[in-house]
């Protein structure tokens, strides 16, 4: 993947939703004009969004120290996907609105393994210094022994003294976007419908694994969400 054809890609996929152009036709267009893969196109997709949706979403990120006493849902896979992303060194990138995000694409094939284990382990220790009064992991039951994941979760809550419970549901969307508290994902259609946002799985990235791999735009940023 050659940096600057991607750099000026992004620009241009910025520039024309910047200038209310369709996602997905922008998308299109650049892809086309460059000629880019279908990983390339899923790198823009990712992280590249207009500037006023980005700011929105920037304006929504809280820090790890914002939730002491607070409850927080995480959306489950999300997080511990992003985070397996960093530890297995594959591609993640820092988007335009100060989220982490893994560019993989492998939620719906998602499968537990000796990586998830350590993902959750470094998830348990960041919400053990949050002080948290509830925690509420929701996982995707249609994903593979997705029950399975939330009953250990669950487990390893009450091993850890932390306050809260693990459950596989249908859609957790649902529940993630009229949550009450503060919501922990990186989807941006639950940020956009959200008011409070952790970027929980970015938050151990930096933090805890401090991936030197991650793709960053050139231009200049702020991230409201660094801890």
Known sequence: ?????????AKDFRYLLNRGYPRKAALDLVGNRYTLTFDQRHLLHRGVF??????????????SRDLRGQDLAIDGHNVLITIEAGLCRRPLILADDGFIRDISGLSGDFKQTATTESALRLVLDVLRT????????LFDAPI??????AEEV???LIEAH??????????????LIGFPGSVATSDTAIINQSEKVLDLAGHVLR????PQSMIRWTRKRNTPGSQ
């Open 154 to 156: 669950r487990a390893r």
């Open 207 to 210: 933090t805890r694994i401090k």
């Open 50 to 63: 207009a500037g006023a949706d980005a700011e929105s979403r920037r304006r929504k990120l809280l820090r």
């Open 144 to 149: 593979s022994r997705s029950g399975e994941l």
């Open 1 to 9: 993947m050659k940096p600057n054809i991607i750099d000026d890609a």
């Open 162 to 175: 932390l306050p809260g419970d693990a459950l596989a549901v249908k859609v957790p969307e649902k529940i």
């Open 130 to 137: 949050m002080k948290l009064r509830n925690i509420l992991f």
